[in-house]
């Protein structure tokens, strides 16, 4: 098993997410005897987990059933052990794409924070790529270090305990992107110029407040990054049912051929049934802004 590679079958010490819902998975790692509990029952390792196809659907020791799913980044994201406040898919399709991520894409990345960021670039830079993420907090960094191990990138991603905005990236001229996630994103865009290779490089920083993207666009435009624009991505789910619609009764086409006294058209010929997109009453709102910048040619 491994973020980047898919496997067809479930081995001892593999991550899997166990699926009892759109709205309710979670991780766990494989060990034989051992025993995971739901609201469903007991799934024994040893004799539901291992050998068993990816996708499997497995009975819990109650009767109810779940399915066991290869982890990828987006279950990832959804299903991981929170450490800090995350991105989701949303932005992080939107980070991603205006990185220009690709395989063999070098990345600078600060802070890890719970990694759900880190898994999404990894796979888009797999399997020539790397990664260089950079964690303030010591129990953080190590954490991080050990689930990328667990998840078979570990050699695609350095991970390193500092602080980004005082010792940089601890490289100089080799990434294609940097990505900054940090409180004061504008004392870390000098290092994040010296990272960016000399032939140039994106760079994106997010923020939640516009204070944050006004200092950081100052510092970004001062160390003669240019393209620099500011944007925030908001997700409208909008609801696909079934709704019948009453039809107005405008009377015969051709009045010559209403007879006397004729009857109205019964309530229920006077209807429609369609499919339509319904607009949910309330979404998700600001989550941060994403300020991008593209540093030119030395």
């Known amino acids: ?34 025993q995971t509990q739901t609201r469903y029952g007991a799934i024994r390792h040893s004799v539901d987990l291992i050998g068993r196809r990816y996708g499997s659907k497995v009975t819990c020791s109650k009767g109810g059933w779940v399915y066991v799913l290869h982890p ?28 220009e991520l690709k395989p063999g894409s070098v990345v600078c990345e600060s802070g890890t924070g719970s990694g759900s960021l880190s898994h999404s670039m990894l796979r888009c830079i797999a399997p020539t790529g790397h990664l260089y993420t950079v964690e303030f907090h010591q129990q953080r960094a190590d954490k991080a270090a050990e689930e990328f191990r667990e998840h078979k990138v570990g050699h695609l991603v350095t991970v390193l305990n500092q602080d980004v905005c005082k010792d940089g990236f601890g490289v100089s001229a080799v990434a294609d992107a940097v990505f900054l996630d940090i409180p004061s994103p504008w004392e870390a865009v000098v290092h994040a110029r010296t990272a960016i290779k000399k032939q140039g490089g994106r760079v994106c920083s997010f923020s939640p407040c516009i204070e944050q993207v006004q200092r950081t666009c100052a510092a970004l ?73 593209t540093k030119s040619l030395a």
Request: overall charge negative; some cysteine; aromatic content about 8%.
């Open 1 to 34: 098993m491994s973020f980047v590679e898919y496997s067809e079958c479930i081995q001892e010490g593999d991550v899997v997410i166990i699926f009892l819902g759109h709205e309710s998975m979670f991780p766990v790692k494989v060990q034989a005897g051992a």
């Open 72 to 99: 990828t980044p987006e279950l990832w994201t959804v299903s991981l052990p929170h450490r800090t406040q995350i991105l989701y898919a949303t932005d992080i399709a939107m980070i991603t794409m205006m990185l």
């Open 221 to 293: 435009a001062e160390h003669g990054f240019q393209e620099i624009c500011t944007l925030e991505v908001l997700l409208r789910l909008y609801d696909v049912r079934s709704v019948t619609l009453p039809l107005a009764d405008l009377g015969p086409d051709d009045p010559a051929q209403a007879g006397p006294g004729e009857a109205p058209p019964s309530a229920a010929s006077a209807a429609v049934t369609c499919r339509t997109a319904i607009a949910p009453r309330e979404m998700a709102g600001h989550t941060g802004y994403l300020t991008f910048a």
